[in-house]
DNA sequence: TGATTTTCTTGATCGTGGTCAATTGTTAAT
DNA sequence: ATTAACAATTGACCACGATCAAGAAAATCA
């Protein structure tokens, strides 16, 4: 499967685009590449646009003093960008760090306006964003359950991110210390 | 100032819209009134819209079992909306129930999408959505820092709050025991 | 107004999960 | 291959905040 296939797959999921739109789109995309630890984007700078991720994963965080704090993770085939950034054009104060090598293409904001203004059904595009938002779940997860049972929930939502991503940073978005991680796993062996 | 007026401040806050294009906008609106404890949204409903609270307030919050999580308050002068929902219109979990009698304005999504059809300015109103995220900041705050800490954040950023809802609701947004909250308060004076 | 329900406060208890420290395991660099 | 740096595990400790319970205060309703 090409890397075009891949993103116009991914933007039929949300709408049924004619071939012509899909081109227009893909036809605007900037295809780069992050070397491991390279970052897409750090904080006090402003996102431009929305990076579909081909290859390779990416870690959202932010840092205060020397400790992060991670928010979210991204692997391939989704899209990605630090929303609030994004849609207020002011500065983030997150970082989104390559975890891995990584090869990914973005659509930028003022590109993604064009295609609205000349194709109105890019509107639809809002929908790529939902999966960026931090969700309520995830919220009432950290404020009502407890450590075994936000493991068990991360188990069954992304259990790939746990032979992938280091445990700490699993803790750091799971809301717990890396040892409460280690121990809940050693209970369940 | 006029209910009109208040929605057309906010609006312009967003973008240097037309006087044709706020009126295209405050033509297309639903006025509703809501009595105390009455629903604007329940769990399996979806959004259809974005509001605009004219005046009173409303709770965001969802149910498991019989306990409830508040997740967001909203008052006067704010949009307010399910976003998982509005955006990928599937049913919600989550309940928006007035907390006051409350006055509002509603512009469904279709005509949402009308106006951007008709003029790619209201793209913009992306930006009204911003504040409907469950912000990275408040994550944080939840993950990172304990009672003491949440509740004088709250305090400089909705000190308001404190004074119109109860404080078993406060405290459920701030991700503690009610009881607790009432000690983090005693141990002010 | 008084009666009933709900919210808030305060005390006492207890368990969870954070912190600190030491050891082992892993990864990365030269 | 060796060293160094970092990650994960395990143990010991203890403080924080949840829970339970009872009483006071406040809000709601007839």
Do not use: C
């Not at 700490?168 to 991680?181: D, F, H």
């Amino acid at each position: 499967m090409t890397d075009l296939s891949k993103i116009k797959d991914s933007l039929l999921k949300t709408h049924p685009f004619a071939e012509e739109q899909l081109d227009q789109f893909t036809g605007r995309l900037i295809f780069q590449r992050f070397n491991k630890r390279e970052f897409l984007l750090k904080s006090g700078q402003i996102s431009k646009g929305i990076t579909f991720i081909l290859s390779g994963s990416l870690r959202l965080y932010n840092k205060t003093g020397d400790k992060e704090l991670t928010l979210n993770f991204f692997t391939e085939n989704t899209w990605l960008a630090d929303l609030e950034s994004l849609l207020t054009q002011q500065s983030s104060t997150n970082y989104i760090e390559a975890f891995e090598d990584t090869s990914a293409a973005t659509i930028m904001l003022k590109d993604l306006h064009w295609l609205m203004d000349n194709y109105p059904d890019f509107r639809m595009l809002n929908k790529l964003l939902t999966g960026l938002h931090i969700s309520t779940m995830h919220l009432a997860s950290i404020k009502t359950k407890n450590p075994d049972e936000r493991y068990h929930e991360l188990l069954t939502t992304h259990p790939d991110w746990l032979n992938r991503f280091p445990q700490n940073q699993i803790a750091s978005y799971l809301g717990m210390a890396p040892e409460t991680l280690s121990r809940v796993r050693a209970r369940l062996s």
